[in-house]
């Protein structure tokens, strides 16, 4: 069964640096989201992208966080200057068809990467 | 906007017993319900949806239903097995985007 794969599984890094979330959506898949889960809390959007574009994002998705599809397989996620709070797991997702509104359509999400900010 | 409440307690219960967890959301009723089934350290797993116009839907061991006048929503496991045990999100369309939003998700724990 298809699915979405994303690297790396866990990263920790230095407060202040930058990471990279990479994710491979599913093949025939055109909207991509990255979803955030802080330990404990419930899973919240960060952003949604379809035809190289960000069709939407939420209030934590500020400044800091850049999405961006280099080739036509990988999805990341970038974190420019990284803050103790931005400790999280980060899940990719893809579905084939947009969701929400009356579509119905199912998203899929990765395994997650889990970043811890010292 | 949309408020999802899952009771954030634990759920405890004997193998082969029906588990019945709740969702209720607090505004608009939504076109359609999704649940999603989430072990420790992976991502969520998509299981069910339900439109508005169902009122009950079925797969498998699940069931889930969908009360719009309650504002609620009832995911049942029936003959519940300890692979049933992980956290189970509820997930609405959030109004007016092309996003969801979830619940904080209930955690099954099932008894050998």
């Known amino acids: 069964e298809p699915e979405v794969t994303q690297t790396p599984s866990h990263q920790v890094t230095q407060m202040g640096q930058e990471v990279i979330l990479r994710c491979v959506p599913i093949?025939?898949?055109?909207?991509f989201y990255w979803y955030r889960q802080i330990l404990g809390q419930k899973v919240e959007f960060l952003v949604s992208f379809y035809n190289n574009e960000i069709s939407e994002k939420s209030e934590i998705f500020d400044d800091q966080f850049s999405v961006e599809r280099p080739d036509g397989s990988n999805f990341t996620l970038k974190i420019r200057s990284t803050k103790l709070e931005d400790s999280a797991m980060y899940f990719c997702?893809?579905?084939?068809?947009?969701?929400?509104?009356?579509?119905?359509?199912?998203?899929?999400f990765g395994e997650g990467s889990w970043l811890t900010v010292v | 906007s949309q408020k999802i409440e899952q009771n954030s307690e634990a759920l405890n219960i004997q193998e082969g017993k029906t588990a019945t967890l709740t969702c209720n959301y607090t505004?608009?009723?939504?076109?359609?319900l999704q649940w999603y089934r989430q072990d420790p350290g992976r991502g969520p797993v998509f299981l069910l949806l339900i439109r508005e116009n169902e009122k009950e839907k079925r797969k498998e061991r699940l069931k889930v239903t969908f009360d719009t006048t309650l504002k609620q929503s009832l995911f049942h496991i029936t003959a519940s097995q300890p692979a049933d045990s992980a956290t189970y999100l509820c997930?609405?369309?959030?109004?007016?985007?092309?996003?969801?939003?979830f619940g904080t998700g209930t955690r099954l724990k099932v008894l050998a």
């Open positions: 505004n608009y009723s939504p076109a359609y």
């Open positions: 997930a609405l369309p959030d109004s007016g985007t092309y996003k969801y939003i």
């Open positions: 997702a893809s579905s084939e068809a947009p969701v929400g509104g009356y579509s119905g359509n199912t998203i899929y």
């Open positions: 093949s025939n898949h055109l909207y």
